[in-house]
């Protein structure tokens, strides 16, 4: 029962980030059931784990609602996610990396350099940013060796546009997309550095400004309506409001 419960959470999970179940609209167990041809009690455990994860609101004898997501949510979840990396980055800085995944991390750093110099134009070397972007994430997080960790880290990602593949590419100013860019490249580099140096402090801050500078970042592409749109494209996009 329990792969039929993962696997139901998940569907459900992507659909609802995807926008098929609208922010606001009730979800009851009968029709969840139905939707995704399972069990109703297959279905109460997987809105259950969505409402765990904060995507829905249990709603006393009238199931459960798809939650709103405003900015500032947003941002401080963004804010909490660099709480948690910032913690990993000074772990794997004290436990050290092993030659595998110190080649790994400077690959990825190495490639993004690559891309840089092309300036990131067209949408094939934007989806390879991105991927770069989290592969260096999953890497310091699986560096840092801490299970615990890196299970919370994964929570924080399933929220709206809060994991590092949620990257908003500015429609309107490309040299402000550059900008931002280069400034998350330099601050990859600086904390590989500190991790091979195993300053385990200095890591661990230039994470946590990481994170900030992407909250920022977040917060400013998001006013403007056009980035807003093509947020609808992003897991969890539709469930955001500007103006809550």
Not at 78 to 105: C, F, N, T
Not at 213 to 237: F, V, Y
């Amino acid at each position: 029962m329990s792969f039929a419960v993962d696997d139901a959470t998940e569907t459900l999970r992507r659909r609802v980030l995807n926008g098929e179940f609208p922010p606001g609209a009730k979800l009851r167990e009968v029709a969840v059931a139905e939707e995704l041809g399972v069990s109703r009690t297959i279905a109460r455990l997987a809105m259950s784990g969505l409402e765990h994860e904060g995507l829905l609101t249990r709603e006393p004898n009238r199931g459960c609602r798809v939650n709103y997501f405003s900015i500032q949510q947003i941002v401080e979840a963004i804010e909490v996610r660099g709480e948690l990396e910032a913690m990993a980055a000074r772990q794997a800085s004290e436990r050290g990396l092993d030659r595998a995944m110190a080649d790994r991390l400077s690959a990825i750093v190495a490639r993004e350099e690559a891309l840089l110099q092309n300036g990131v134009q067209g949408a094939e070397a934007r989806a390879e940013w991105v991927a770069l972007n989290v592969r260096f994430h999953e890497a310091m997080i699986e560096a840092s060796g801490n299970w615990a960790v890196r299970v919370a880290i994964r929570q924080m990602w399933r929220l709206p546009l809060v994991s590092p593949d949620a990257f908003i590419f500015e429609p309107k100013d490309a040299a402000k997309s550059r900008l931002q860019l280069l400034a998350a490249h330099e601050d990859h580099v600086e904390i590989l550095h500190a991790v091979q140096a195993r300053q385990g402090h200095r890591a661990e801050a230039r994470m946590r400004e990481h994170a900030c500078a992407s909250a920022r970042n977040k917060r400013s592409n998001l006013a403007d309506p056009e980035a807003q749109a093509l947020t609808r494209g992003l897991p969890g996009g539709a469930l955001v409001r500007a103006d809550l």
